[in-house]
């Protein structure tokens, strides 16, 4: 059974950094495109980043370019997302995302096959 479980979420003050953390279960990253989406109230649900299965390119939304980095161990089967620079406009529920085929899709919830549970993330002043 394919499952993805995030972790490393928490409250972080303006200018902190956290490591977000995506554990595949049930499938090999390296045949699939794993992104990030986030979720803050009230708000769509959007895309953060992605990293392509096995030459591993990535992307970034525009508003975390420069701040947010995404990189896959493909020994353990995690993905990660560096998070620096937080602004409290990163404030969200973070959420790992897998699409089958190893480019990485629009960043549209509508293209991902497979959802992890979120993570919380906040950041305060």
């Known amino acids: 059974q394919l499952q993805l479980v995030e972790s490393g979420g928490g409250l972080v003050q303006p200018g902190g950094s956290l490591r977000l953390s995506c554990k595949a279960s049930?499938?090999?990253?390296?045949?699939?495109?794993i992104g990030w989406f986030r979720q803050a109230p009230g708000k769509e649900r959007e895309g953060v980043s992605c990293?392509?299965?096995?030459?591993?390119?990535?992307n970034y939304a525009d508003s975390v370019k420069g701040r947010f980095t995404i990189s896959r161990d493909n020994a353990g089967n995690t993905v990660y997302l560096q998070m620096n620079s937080l602004k409290p406009e990163d404030t969200a529920v973070y959420y790992c995302?897998?699409?089958?085929?190893?480019?990485?899709?629009?960043?549209?919830?509508?293209?991902?096959?497979?959802w992890g549970q979120g993570t919380q993330v906040t950041v305060y002043s």
């Open positions: 990293i392509s299965g096995s030459i591993g390119s990535t």
């Open positions: 049930g499938f090999t990253l390296d045949y699939y495109a």
């Open positions: 995302a897998a699409t089958t085929g190893r480019l990485c899709p629009p960043p549209q919830p509508r293209f991902i096959h497979y």
